[in-house]
């Protein structure tokens, strides 16, 4: 093997992933046609085209697919050889990729982040938003964060948020111009907001439980969102009643700007998760940032 050979193949996995030269780019920390140029020279090195390139889309050719199915696994290991190296030093450093929901993300990591940087300085953070599920390793992340329900079996899950449960929330304004209900069925009398998932399209259910009673709403509002801190700001505007889980409307509970009704009536939720591959070789980036958020808990709503 010559030393040339290697050359080129994390920017080949990078476009393959990322389906185009400049999003695998910004992911690199290159330019564009420094990444074209990469690929170009394997293309010309393995006298094979590994991509079909339009004006609109990049996709992996039959020969292309079938050399990333045998180069994805190698630069894992070689990975994982360059993570066991870094295990060895006492400082935390190096680029750290977490695939984690909005919820997620504002409830576990936007509380530290601040912190979290000026704690360990030699660590880049690179945070990817995405509430569709998607295979970390695969994709090259060293963790992501769910929902504990969506954690693979085959994963190490470790709960970094607080205990969640429903919330149901509206302005002082609005609840003093419509009332408050009472019950449950009181709110087919008002204005609900409602929250379509990204993954299913389906809008998502209010679902209700005391004391052995169960009781789900289908919100039929005028207002549709599919994004948590939309569906925050909406209820604050007064535009109607929201249903969501804890864990960062604290602060607009504690300010006026959002009431708590119907609290007797909230079900428990799964807790977030923060997962990943191996329990083994957790390279201190990722092992700084879990013992921070514990060390850093959010409070439970």
């Known amino acids: ?46 006298g094979a085209a590994l991509f079909n390139r339009t004006t609109r889309s990049v996709g992996l050719t039959e020969a292309g697919a ?35 929901p909005r919820a997620g993300h504002l409830i576990v990591l936007q509380p530290i982040l601040g912190r979290f940087l000026q704690a360990y300085p030699s660590i ?27 954690v693979q079996k085959d994963m190490v899950g ?20 419509r009332g408050v209900p009472l019950h449950p069925q009181d709110l087919v009398h ?12 389906q809008i998502e259910r209010w679902e209700f439980s005391r004391d052995g009673e169960r009781f789900d ?24 009643i929201a249903y969501m889980i804890n864990g960062y409307i604290e602060g607009y509970l504690a300010q006026g700007s959002l009431v708590r009704i119907l609290e007797g009536w909230s079900p428990a939720f799964p807790a977030l998760y923060l997962y990943y591959a191996d329990r083994r070789r957790v390279p201190p980036k990722l092992r700084a940032l879990i013992d921070f958020i514990r060390d850093n808990p959010q409070p439970a709503g």
């Open 66 to 100: 079938r050399y990333l199915e045998r180069v994805r696994p190698a630069l894992l290991d070689l990975s994982t050889a360059a993570g066991d190296l870094d295990a060895q030093t006492s400082q935390p450093t190096g680029v750290l990729r977490i695939n984690v």
């Open 1 to 46: 093997m010559r030393q040339d050979d290697l050359d080129g193949l994390i920017a080949f996995v990078a476009v393959a992933d990322e389906r185009g030269f400049t999003s695998a780019a910004a992911r690199l920390g290159v330019s564009p046609s420094a990444v074209s140029q990469t690929i170009r020279n394997l293309e010309r090195r393995l």
């Open 190 to 201: 008002h204005d609900c907001i409602a929250f379509r998932h990204n993954t299913s399209g």
């Open 124 to 150: 880049n953070l690179e945070i990817h938003l995405d509430n569709h599920l998607v295979d970390i390793v695969a994709q090259g992340f060293d963790a992501g964060i769910r929902f504990g329900e969506f």
């Open 158 to 177: 470790i709960k970094v948020g607080p205990d969640m449960t429903a919330h149901v929330v509206a302005s002082p304004e609005y609840l003093a111009q």
């Open 217 to 240: 709403h289908v919100p039929r509002g005028r207002l549709i969102l599919n994004d948590s801190e939309a569906l925050v700001s909406a209820a604050m505007d007064g535009l109607g």
